[in-house]
């Protein structure tokens, strides 16, 4: 069985940050494309970043210059460092495995406020 477990999520003031975590198990972690995507309220969920089985990376322009996505293949983990958060990044940040059917953490929410 399949699992995505984030962790990391909170309340943080804007230009502040925050790092998401997501263990996978069940999985071969070490081949799959690994993503974090986000929603926000009243709209559609999107692509924030990837990284790729070799380490290739792709950002959201929204997020360019403050994201950074890692992958630690020896723990199955994936990780989101968010740095110089504004109030628009705030929403649900899903992770995501895929390669050939695509899986789904249970979502941690984010919020950017003062």
């Known amino acids: 069985q399949v699992q995505l477990v984030e962790s990391g999520g909170g309340l943080v003031q804007p230009g502040g940050s925050l790092r998401l975590s997501c263990a996978a198990s069940g999985i071969d972690f070490s081949i799959y494309v690994m993503g974090w995507y986000r929603q926000a309220p009243g709209k559609q969920r999107e692509l924030v970043a990837t990284i790729s089985s070799s380490g290739n990376t792709n950002y959201a322009d929204s997020v360019k210059g403050r994201f950074t996505i890692s992958r630690d293949n020896a723990k199955n983990t994936v990780y989101l460092q968010m740095n110089s958060l504004k109030p628009e990044d705030t929403g649900v940040y899903y992770c995501?495995?895929?390669?050939?059917?695509?899986?789904w953490g249970q979502g941690s929410q984010v919020t950017v406020s003062s």
């Open positions: 995501n495995a895929r390669l050939v059917a695509w899986y």
